[in-house]
């Protein structure tokens, strides 16, 4: 049994070309996915800003509504202190409301910090808005392209597997069966270019035995990885 010269070199050829379009069809699908969850993922930080801002909101609003209870208490006590008739309960009264106008003062500079707070999770919500609608448009895009590409996929993977009938008819018949076995064990690389005296699949050593075999054209799987050798052509 011998096989034609440039026969298995060949169906290697043809074997990495069906790995290579039914790699990218199937890339598509997994581009398209990618594009979905950044689609999902822009969603969840747009609602993490809005939530943020809410957080901060509340927060301000409580801190002012203190401010303005405080300052009603200080004009109490500011009332109470022109009232006073005795010096004990004015120097009190001095010395509370010096305190809680600190403690106003201190309140009022939080109240500004979270206003600019405000702000700046205002700006985060818009920018959040505006990557939701770029990754939605790349979702667009994405399947699109995906879309455009699969006719031309489906019509290379239909030629390379025409090719690849058409070749493995040149391959003897009681061969088959070892053939088939391999390729569908290994794929692509179901073939090895010998290079030097060794597979190139594994780099296993071959023996002047099956150097001599692949000379005289029968078919020698690598010892080692069980690839189907040959000698490549421009050896
Ligand atoms: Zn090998």
């Not at 569908?184 to 050593?205: I, P």
């Amino acid at each position: 049994m011998t096989i034609a010269p440039g026969t298995l070199e060949t169906l290697h050829r043809i074997h990495r070309q069906l790995t290579d379009v039914t790699s990218r069809i199937a890339a598509g699908p997994r581009q398209i996915k990618a594009a979905e969850q950044a689609v999902v993922k822009a969603e969840q930080d747009l609602v993490a800003a809005k939530d943020a801002y809410k957080k901060t909101r509340m927060a301000s609003d409580e801190k002012q509504l203190q401010l303005k209870q405080r300052e009603a208490k200080l004009r109490d006590l500011q009332g109470k202190l022109n009232a006073s008739e005795s010096n004990r309960e004015y120097q009190l009264l001095k010395d509370q409301i010096a305190a809680d106008q600190k403690a106003n003062s201190v309140l009022t500079d939080e109240i500004l910090e979270s206003l600019e707070l405000l702000d700046q999770r205002q700006a985060d919500i818009k920018t959040a808005e505006g990557n939701l609608v770029k990754m939605k448009e790349e979702l667009v895009r994405v399947k699109q392209r995906v879309e455009n590409l699969r006719p031309m996929l489906d019509g290379e993977l239909t030629r390379v597997r025409g090719d690849l009938a058409v070749t493995e008819q040149n391959l003897p018949p009681e061969f088959k069966t070892d053939y088939d076995r391999v390729v569908k064990a290994k794929g692509e690389d179901a073939l090895g270019a010998v290079e030097g005296d060794s597979c190139g699949q594994c780099s296993r050593v071959l023996t002047p035995q099956m150097l001599n075999e692949l000379n005289l054209r029968k078919p020698v799987f690598c010892k080692a990885c069980g690839s189907l050798l040959y000698i490549p052509s421009d050896d």
